[in-house]
Nanobody
């Protein structure tokens, strides 16, 4: 079964940290790029961080560069998003997605998880 399952969201104060996990079925983890996207209330979905299945190369949105780190554990078929120095504007539902190549375009991703809520508030 092809699936992605996110976990690790929660409530955190500004400046705090969270680590999101994306557990993927083996086929997705081995052959697909994984992207983290987020959608804040009333806004469109935006790409945050991306990692290649081929060489582990990464890309980040400017808004999170230097604060977020994407990584993958091939033994566990899991991709992580370490989020540090969180800001209220990081509040959103975070989704992981599998696509045939690293891309910031939502349309390039075929498989999506159900999302996990991240709330940053004082």
């Amino acid at each position: 079964q092809v699936q992605l399952v996110e976990s690790g969201g929660g409530l955190v104060q500004p400046g705090g940290s969270l680590r999101l996990s994306c557990a993927a079925s083996r086929i997705i983890h081995e052959y697909y790029a994984i992207g983290w996207f987020r959608q804040a209330p009333g806004k469109g979905r935006e790409g945050v961080a991306f990692i290649s299945s081929a060489d582990g190369s990464t890309q980040y949105a400017d808004s999170v560069k230097g604060r977020f780190t994407i990584s993958r554990d091939n033994a566990k078929n899991t991709v992580f998003l370490q989020m540090d120095s969180l800001k209220p504007e990081d509040t959103a539902v975070y989704y992981c997605a599998g696509g045939s190549s690293v891309s910031r375009q939502i349309s390039e991703y075929d498989y999506w998880g159900q999302g996990t809520q991240v709330t940053v508030v004082s």
